[in-house]
C-alpha cells in the first residue's frame, strides 16, 4: 500500500494545449450562461437569472476539483479546461457588479424609494453570494461521492506529477494536436457565424470574444502566487473586466449607434468581460484562504469593482440620464 502511494505518474504540463482546452470550453461556457439567462428571463420571475449560471458554474467547480488527480492521470488539460474554460465562463464576476450598481442606481426606474433600492442591491449580492457558496459546496459533495471509486481505478498509476514544459511543441501528444485542432475549427466557426449569420449576432460575437476573456484570465492566473494571501491573478481580472464592462454599459447608454456596434458591444460584454470575470474562482479562494486575508480579499474585490461602476457609469446616467441605445 505504501509503494502505491509513493507511486508517481509523470505528466507534460505543456501551456500550448492548456490554452487550446481552454477555447472550446469557454465558448460552451458563455452559450449555457447566455441560455441559462435566457431561460430565467420570464415575467414574474422569482429570481434575477444570473443567479443560476453562478450556482451551475461554482458546482461544477467543486465537482472538478474534487476529482482534479484523476482527470490530470486521464489528460491534464482537460482540469483547466473544466474549471478556467467552463465554469469560469459560465459564472461572472462584472455582470454581478452591474446588476448590483444597477439595483443601487435604479437603473430601470422601478417606482422605488432609495432604501429599497438598497435593498435590492443587498439582496443581488447576497442572493449571488449564497448561491455561488451553495453550489460549490453542493458540487464537492457530490465529487466526494464519485472520488473513492475513481482513486479506486486509477490507484496503479499513483500520484500525478507535472512536469512544466511552457509553451513548446516538444513533448506534446496524439491528444494535444487533436486539441489544438478542435480549439481552432472551434473558434473559426464561431467567427465565421459571427460574419454571416444574420441572427442572433450578439451570440456569435459573445463566442468569439470568449476565449480571449479566458484566455486572459488563465494567463494572469499565473501571478496568483505573487501575494501572500491576496490572489492578485483573479483580483486583477474581475476588477479590470469591470472597469470594461462599465465603459460598455455608457456605450449602451450615450451616443446613438448601430445595430451592428450593439451587437459588437453585447458580445464585448457577454464574451470578453463575462469571461475575463470569474466567481468560481473566486468562491474557490474565499473558502480556502485564512478567515482575515478572505474577508480583506472579497471586501476590496466588491467594494473596488462599485467604486468604479459609482465612476464610469453612475457619473453619467445620473448626469445625463439612462437612455439605452440597444435594446
Not at 1 to 7: C, S
Not at 126 to 145: C, E, K, P, R
Not at 173 to 189: E, H, P, Q
Request: net charge positive.
Amino acid at each position: 500500500m505504501n509503494d502505491l502511494q509513493a507511486k508517481t505518474t509523470e505528466i507534460n504540463e505543456n501551456k500550448i494545449a492548456v490554452a487550446a482546452a481552454i477555447i472550446p470550453f469557454s465558448i460552451a461556457g458563455v452559450l449555457i450562461r447566455i441560455a441559462l439567462e435566457r431561460l430565467q428571463d420570464y415575467t414574474g420571475a422569482p429570481v434575477f437569472g444570473l443567479v443560476y449560471a453562478q450556482w451551475l458554474g461554482c458546482l461544477i467547480m467543486g465537482l472538478t476539483n474534487k476529482n482534479k488527480n484523476a482527470l490530470f492521470l486521464w489528460y491534464h488539460p482537460i482540469h483547466p479546461g473544466i474549471t478556467t474554460g467552463l465554469c469560469g465562463s459560465i459564472t461572472t464576476f462584472s455582470s454581478w457588479q452591474l446588476d448590483i450598481f444597477k439595483e443601487f442606481a435604479n437603473y430601470n426606474a422601478y417606482p422605488h424609494t432609495r432604501g429599497k433600492n438598497v435593498l435590492a442591491a443587498l439582496s443581488e449580492f447576497l442572493v449571488t453570494l449564497a448561491m455561488s457558496l451553495n453550489g460549490l459546496l453542493f458540487g464537492q459533495h457530490i465529487g466526494d461521492m464519485f472520488s473513492n471509486q475513481i482513486e479506486k481505478r486509477h490507484s496503479l498509476k499513483g500520484e500525478p506529477k507535472l512536469i512544466p514544459r511552457r509553451f513548446s511543441f516538444r513533448y506534446m501528444s496524439k491528444k494535444d494536436y487533436l486539441t489544438i485542432t478542435f480549439a481552432i475549427v472551434s473558434w473559426l466557426g464561431v467567427v465565421f457565424a459571427a460574419i454571416f449569420s444574420p441572427y442572433q449576432r450578439d451570440l456569435a460575437f459573445a463566442c468569439v470574444f470568449a476565449p480571449v476573456g479566458a484566455l486572459t484570465r488563465w494567463y494572469l492566473s499565473f501571478y496568483n502566487g505573487r501575494l501572500p494571501h491576496f490572489p492578485v491573478g483573479t483580483f486583477a481580472p474581475n476588477v479590470f473586466g469591470t472597469i470594461v464592462l462599465a465603459i460598455l454599459a455608457l456605450a449602451q447608454s450615450g451616443p446613438r449607434i448601430t445595430a451592428i456596434a450593439c451587437d459588437v458591444v453585447a458580445g464585448l460584454a457577454n464574451g470578453y468581460c463575462g469571461c475575463l470575470t470569474t466567481i468560481s474562482t473566486f468562491m474557490v479562494e474565499l473558502t480556502t484562504l485564512p478567515r482575515k486575508p478572505s474577508y480583506i480579499y472579497g471586501f476590496l474585490s466588491i467594494v473596488i469593482a462599485q467604486c468604479f461602476m459609482f465612476i464610469i457609469l453612475g457619473s453619467y446616467i445620473w448626469s445625463q440620464g439612462v437612455n439605452p441605445m440597444c435594446s
